[in-house]
């Protein structure tokens, strides 16, 4: 947004030509202001006048498009509202129909019943679901009597953007108890936060509070507006609140549209629904479905989907978007070619009819359908991910979801959608891979659940206040600012660091201790989608404006917990866990006669300094979570194997602790496994972290390399956080330092280019037949792996050196048959006693957060329900104990 001054004077400019603030922006996007009809003459030069349209329905609105004088004209990038035409439309459809889907069945055909299964009830999570109307609770209270286990009472809560407009229409009280059902639907426990716009604010009132409020980790938009007929400042203003939703770890997902390709009707020309354009949502479309109902109505399966289209212009909404070019996400293997961003992303029953959904209103059970239904329902199904995954939020999710499909697409991984091939929603058909009547096609929640988190999740803030003073002395950042993006001195290499003064009502201003009005805060910067401007020539707003709103737009990240989960094994593949002892080349590959692709096998190790991004990748590399990850360096102890198994090869990798200047045993020992990885492998990934740049350390890691016999490769990583022009001089640098090895900028937290080097690493490695079996990922045994979650936990919920003092030891690990719940019995080493309460926490809080996060994770690891018993014992030395070092497998 603008700074703090510029605001300030946008708003003074406004209260001087008469007009008075109904609304600031805390995130100061907007400004909501009222005036007469005679303000807006004089202030903004055009007249306001009554309309009529073909049926005599009267309007009012301006003469001319409004105009500002100079002084504020360039720090407004548009004026909306000045009109009352039909704007915001429910997207509810009324089914005739009296067979329809419950909660129940809904779950059970998208695969939402497994998580269901393994407990998630959406408890601890948020849904902020966006209307205009307010509704009765006596249904809500109904539907979850009729339609929900017995005794469930739904937390659905209301939150006004202003005040409180009252009951509405009809359609709109009934998308109101849609929405509202249909979030809990699959998610009892989940909280839904029904968020009212009132006359006023209306829908972009209440998504800039749920946004501004974190009012869910999930928000659900069930409304349209034709992009053609909304302004260009408008559609974008949307799309700057998503970045902002995504970058807190929120997910948007929107309604495509129930109008076909067509979604200004009567005007026929194709458009997609503005909501739903940005490229920070996800666009829920709509498929008719057969749930192969038994003879009481309830579903048994999954009997296939076509296209929602029931003529008459009811159908799947889709289409390319006229104001945002294709993000970067939507080019690949599986895609059409796209100028625009298409929608939708993927696609759920929607067809009122066939089968619908159950809802209650005014009293009475209905059937309805429309997008507006499967929004909300896909939102409830990822309250049970979010739980799952242990994860406040999955943010933005198209990336993640594109790379899932993608590899889907090319059999690189089992499926995780259904994908719809049959039907057309009157322009675009259905097709195999991504199309835009149904994206992706429907989601296989089961399959998805365990794989999302990994990739376009909230970003990992890294702030810390130096503290003034005292040489440099950091202290992590209590508090959020919003830092001001004209503030941020970008330095060519290593982490913006920004000045910034705190003012009244920043929370925790002085949190580095010092009452002088000012802090330096380190703040890690992320962009979430690097290319989402607007398509050349796009209507609306001048170039200029264009480039001032997107040019130097940064998703500030400041929550410190808000990371999810990396990605899981899919139950499927989970059976490999826990073998300890690979079986070297028991499972000969056939091989085709005459065939003259070779299969090849080996090792790759991946190397580098602490904190580069190692095992973020090693998991990605895997496609799955074998790995644990923190923001804090040093977090890998042990040499830890991931496998991954293509059609035509079959890569061990190797994850290593950081290498770097060593002085304790335990370090020492760390890093000599690091060394010791780099004998056995075939290739080297010889990891770089561009955000920091190459250092002192790099380079002598490079010059170890150099001479060995083992190809490597240079990954530059985490480019997600650093802009494009800065990589040429580091690649330059990379380059003189190891000539002729191939360097490849990526992410491993976006998956950017993960691919390009998993192609290389398969390129590399020498012919021969599978090492493991190919459903096995890792040869580290699960209590192992459950070691190292507590720990995760304990490195992510403690600061300073008090992590490095720690380590886990899982004691007990067993069966328990009653109720299939698996016993964890763990001990927290803690080097020195002052650091036992600190694990603990006042009242036993922090050891019971570890313990609630580790648990989740653990029983998305296992497959079932765990209980954990985590104990802290004091036992100074222990690092430097061989024979503790040992039992750690250091
Ligand atoms: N922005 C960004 N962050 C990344 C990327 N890869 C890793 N990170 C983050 O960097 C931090 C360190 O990641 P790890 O994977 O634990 O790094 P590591 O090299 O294994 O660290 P050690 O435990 O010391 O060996 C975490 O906060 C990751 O989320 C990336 O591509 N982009
Ligand atoms: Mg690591």
Not at 591 to 604: E, K
Not at 748 to 754: D, K, S
Request: net charge negative; hydrophobic share 40%.
């Amino acid at each position: 947004g603008p700074s703090r001054a510029e605001y300030a004077r946008v708003r003074g400019w406004f209260e001087a030509h008469g007009f008075h603030v109904v609304h600031d922006s805390p995130l100061r996007i907007a400004l909501v202001v009222a005036g007469t009809a005679g303000d807006v003459a004089a202030a903004l030069g055009t007249p306001i006048r009554f309309f009529h349209d073909r049926d005599a329905r009267v309007y009012h609105g301006p003469e001319a498009a409004p105009a500002l004088p100079a002084e504020v004209a360039d720090s407004v990038h548009g004026i909306l509202g000045l009109d009352d035409l039909p704007h915001f439309e429910p997207l509810v459809r009324l089914g005739s129909d009296d067979v329809a889907l419950g909660p129940k069945d809904f779950a059970l055909v998208y695969g939402a019943a497994a998580l269901q299964a393994s407990g998630a009830t959406g408890a601890g999570g948020a849904i902020a679901v966006i209307v205009r109307s307010n509704f009765p609770d006596a249904d809500v209270a109904a539907f979850a009597a009729a339609y929900l286990p017995a005794g469930t009472t739904l937390d659905v809560q209301r939150v006004f953007a202003d005040t409180d407009p009252g009951m509405l229409a009809r359609a709109e009280v009934t998308e109101v108890l849609l929405d509202a059902e249909w979030a809990a639907a699959l998610a009892p426990a989940v909280r839904v936060n029904v968020v009212i716009g009132d006359r006023s604010n209306d829908i972009p009132g209440a998504i800039e509070k749920a946004v501004e409020g974190r009012l869910g980790d999930v928000i659900s938009v069930s409304f349209g507006l034709c992009e053609i007929r909304a302004s260009t400042a408008e559609t974008e203003l949307f799309d700057v609140w998503y970045a902002i939703a995504n970058a807190q770890g929120q997910t948007v997902l929107v309604a495509s549209g129930d109008d076909g390709a067509t979604a200004c009707l009567p005007n026929t020309r194709p458009a997609v629904n503005a909501l739903a354009a940005s490229p920070h949502a996800v666009a829920v479309g709509g498929t008719t479905l057969d749930p192969r109902f038994d003879a009481s109505g309830n579903a048994t399966g999954y009997g296939g989907e076509t296209v929602w289209n029931e003529g008459r212009g009811a159908a799947s909404g889709g289409g390319e978007s006229l104001v945002f070019a294709r993000p970067r996400y939507q080019l690949g293997p599986g895609l059409p070619p796209l100028t625009g961003r298409g929608l939708p992303d993927l696609a759920l029953v929607a067809n009122p009819d066939a089968p619908g959904y159950v809802m209650v209103s005014g009293g009475t059970s209905g059937v309805v359908g429309g997008t507006s239904a499967a929004t909300p329902a896909l939102a409830s199904a990822l309250a049970l991910v979010n739980e799952v995954q242990g994860a406040a939020g999955l943010g933005q999710l198209g990336p993640t979801l594109y790379r899932l499909a993608g590899e889907q697409a090319r059999g690189l991984r089992g499926p995780v959608f259904h994908d719809v091939t049959q039907g057309t929603n009157g322009l675009f058909a259905a097709a195999p891979g991504f199309d835009l009547a149904t994206g992706w096609g429907s989601p296989m929640i089961d399959a998805l659940a365990p794989a999302l988190g990994g990739g376009g999740g909230p970003c990992v803030p890294e702030s810390q206040c130096l503290v003034p003073g005292t040489g440099g002395a950091r202290r992590s950042c209590a508090a959020e600012w919003l830092v001001e993006a004209s503030a941020l001195a970008r330095r060519p290499s290593g982490i913006p660091r920004v000045r910034q003064f705190c003012r009244d009502g920043d929370p925790g201003c002085d949190a580095d201790g010092m009452a002088d009005g000012q802090c330096t805060v380190n703040v890690a910067l992320c962009l979430n989608v690097l290319d989402e401007r607007r398509r050349p020539g796009a209507p609306g707003a001048s170039d200029r404006t264009a480039r001032r709103m997107h040019g130097d737009r940064t998703d500030h990240c400041s929550r410190g917990t808000r990371r999810p989960a990396g990605p899981r094994a899919p139950a499927r593949e989970r059976r490999g866990v826990g073998r300890t002892i690979p079986r070297p080349r028991d499972s000969p590959v056939p091989r085709v006669r005459g065939a003259t692709v070779a299969h090849r096998a080996g090792y790759a190790a991946i190397v580098g300094r602490p904190n580069v991004g190692k095992s973020t990748l090693l998991n990605a590399l895997v496609g799955t979570k074998v790995a644990i990850v923190t923001p804090k360096p040093q977090t890998t102890r042990n040499r830890l194997l991931g496998i991954r198994t293509l059609p035509g090869a079959q890569i061990a990798f190797l994850d290593t602790p950081g290498i770097h200047e060593a002085r304790s045993p335990l370090n020492r020992r760390m890093v000599e496994t690091a060394r010791q990885a780099l004998a056995e492998a075939d290739v080297v990934l010889l990891l770089i972290d561009a955000a920091t740049g190459v250092t002192p350390g790099d380079r002598v890691l490079a010059s170890t390399l150099a001479p060995l016999p083992a190809t490597t490769i240079v990954v530059l990583n985490k480019v997600d956080r650093v802009a494009r022009p800065e990589l040429l001089p580091l690649m330059a640098t990379l380059g003189e330092l190891l000539p002729g090895r191939e360097i490849i900028p990526a992410s491993a937290l976006t998956g950017e280019n993960v691919d390009t080097v998993l192609g290389r690493v398969v390129d590399a490695l020498p012919e021969g037949e599978r090492l493991y079996q190919a459903d096995e990922y890792t040869t580290a045994t699960e209590r192992f792996l459950v070691q190292e979650l507590v720990r995760e936990q304990l490195f992510r919920q403690t600061e300073e050196e008090v992590p490095y003092g720690t380590a886990v030891l899982v004691e007990e690990f067993t069966e328990r048959p009653e109720g299939d719940v698996l016993f964890v019995r763990a001990t927290i080493l803690v080097d020195r006693p002052s650091q036992k309460p600190i694990v603990i926490g006042a009242g036993g809080q922090r050891l019971r957060e570890i313990g609630r996060r580790a648990r989740l994770e653990v029983e998305a690891l296992c497959g079932r329900r765990v209980f954990l018993e985590l104990f802290v014992k004091v036992e100074p030395g222990w690092a430097k104990n061989p024979r503790r070092l040992g039992e750690l497998g250091l």
